[in-house]
Every structure is written in C-alpha cells, then in structure tokens.
C-alpha cells in the first residue's frame, strides 16, 4: 500500500477515489501549513471573537482558509466547502470539503506548539449527523510538520508509516484526552464530568487542539479520547485517521459523534468508557 507525497496531485482527482482525493488534501494542508508557520506564533494579533472572548480568531485562520478554498476550487470546482471561518458553499458533485484552518488557535497565539491544519472531503451532508462520511482527509502538525493521512479502506499513516491496531488498556491504566468549550456553563459542566472521571483512569490530557487528541488515540499516544461541543470540521479528518487506525468513534447512546458528544478508543475500552461519561452526563450542560 502506497502513501501520496506532498504537493504532488494530479490536475483533477477521479470525483470519488479515496487515494486520489488523499492528495489533493495533503497538498493543501501542507500549503496552508507553510503560510501558518511563516508567521510568528505567540506574538499574533487576535482579530475577533466568536462565542465567548476566548474563542478566538486571527488574521491567519482566514488566510489560511482562504488559500485552501482557492487550492480545492481550482482542483475540485465541482465540490462544495465547508470551512469554520467562511462557512459551507455547497458544491454540485456530492462531495464537500471540510477545513479547519488553524485548529487550536489559542496555543497558535500563545506559541504553544500545538495546532493544526485539518482537510478532509465528505461525501452527503456535512451539517448533519450521521448524514455524512469522510473519504480522505489529512492533519497536518503545523509546528512539529507531523502529517496524518487516511484514505476510506485504504489505511492511515503518519508520515508515511501505517498505522495498526494496538490493545487497549483496562479503563484504570488509561490515559484520557479531552477538552472543554468556551462558554461558562458548559466549563462548568465538564469540570464536573472530569472530577467524576479522574479518579477512574490512569491520567488525563488537554491539549487544546481535537484533530491532534484523535490522531494521537491512532497513533497510540492516548488510549481514549472524548469531548462535548465540537463542530464537523474540529473532526472531520482526523476521525477517518482514527477509524482507519482500528479506533471506534462514537457519539451519545452509541450514535454518531456530533457536538453533543464525541468518544474515541479501542474496544474493550471505549464501552467501559462510554458507559462512564453517560453515566456522569458527559452529553449535557446541567
């Protein structure tokens, strides 16, 4: 099984071929690394606010972005994008790219090295739950130049080295990502949610950036991963690198993942944690 180099794609990919699609997101999450990382990290100017005022967004997230609608426009004319600055212009071929342009943009501003480009192509409705698929998608580690891809039923890779299944350990020598919202009441709510949990696994991790704690589940660097209040593009990518990686990522009752709540792990040990969080109501606010 062969892996795509950066910055290498064809012209147009075949409308629906995983492999192919794979190297027109690798090309632009690359590209869009370059202009992140040529800019200076920890001394960036916050340009606005979205839900509270540290939910953050600067002048290089859009940059970003708006280089790769301009890179997927002009490979892919035909698919719609979805992007977290810009929002969703849908396309005609069925096929919708998803982007985040910095995910974890608070370390960005910080210089903490710890944030990504995310790129992935779905097929049906990316608004919806469980209405959707990703057929390739890549994460690509701005500061550290890291780069996970997945291609549906062909694999998922780091730097060009597969990624295989591994066991999981019980839930009490786990170590747990997660990470919580902006809003207040939600804070609340997941400080609550991590008191009941901390006791019951080995530690936990924040890092700050959700592509970042799925790809690391993938890669063996946590052995489960959970967080309420993600959006579609926070996820989109790195859960294909997950799923293919052996990892099960589900939402609330065993549903989909969505905002209310996303668990990813390997079996046995994502139902022992599931059943932890729905227990201390993982997928609420109260």
């Known amino acids: 099984m062969s892996t795509p180099g950066p910055a290498r794609g064809p012209a147009h990919a075949p409308a629906h071929d995983p492999a192919a699609l794979l190297v027109v997101a690798e090309q632009a999450a690359r590209a869009a690394g370059d202009l992140v990382r040529a800019t200076t990290a920890g ?21 970003a972005e708006a280089l790769l609608r301009e890179m997927l426009a002009a490979q892919r004319p035909d698919d719609g994008v979805l992007g977290e600055e810009a929002g969703w212009e849908p396309g005609r071929s069925g096929l919708t790219w998803v982007v985040d342009p910095i995910d974890g943009t608070v370390n960005y501003t910080y210089g903490i090295p710890a944030y990504t480009i995310s790129v992935a192509v779905v097929t049906g409705r990316p608004d919806a739950p469980g209405e959707w698929q990703t057929l390739a998608g890549c994460v690509h580690d701005v500061p550290s130049s890291e780069t996970w891809t997945a291609g549906l039923g062909v694999g998922a890779r780091l730097d060009g080295r597969p990624l295989t299944t591994r066991p999981a350990p019980p839930l009490e020598g786990a170590l747990v990502a997660t990470g919580f919202g902006y809003r207040v009441e939600r804070r609340r709510a997941q400080a609550r949610v991590v008191a009941g949990l901390l006791p019951r696994v080995r ?74 969080l729905a227990a201390a109501g993982a997928d609420r606010d109260d």
């Open 203 to 276: 530690d936990i991790r924040r890092v700050g950036s959700s592509s970042l704690d799925l790809c690391g589940v993938a890669g063996g660097r946590y052995d489960a991963y959970y967080e309420r209040g993600l959006h579609v593009w926070d996820f989109a990518a790195a859960i294909l690198v997950a799923t293919e990686s052996g990892v099960t990522v589900v939402g609330p009752g065993g549903g989909p993942p969505s905002g209310e709540l996303l668990v990813a792990a390997r079996r046995p040990l994502l139902d022992a944690l599931a059943a932890e």
């Open 43 to 63: 001394r960036v100017g916050v340009e606005a606010t979205k839900t509270s005022p540290s939910d953050v967004v600067t002048a290089t997230d859009r940059a």
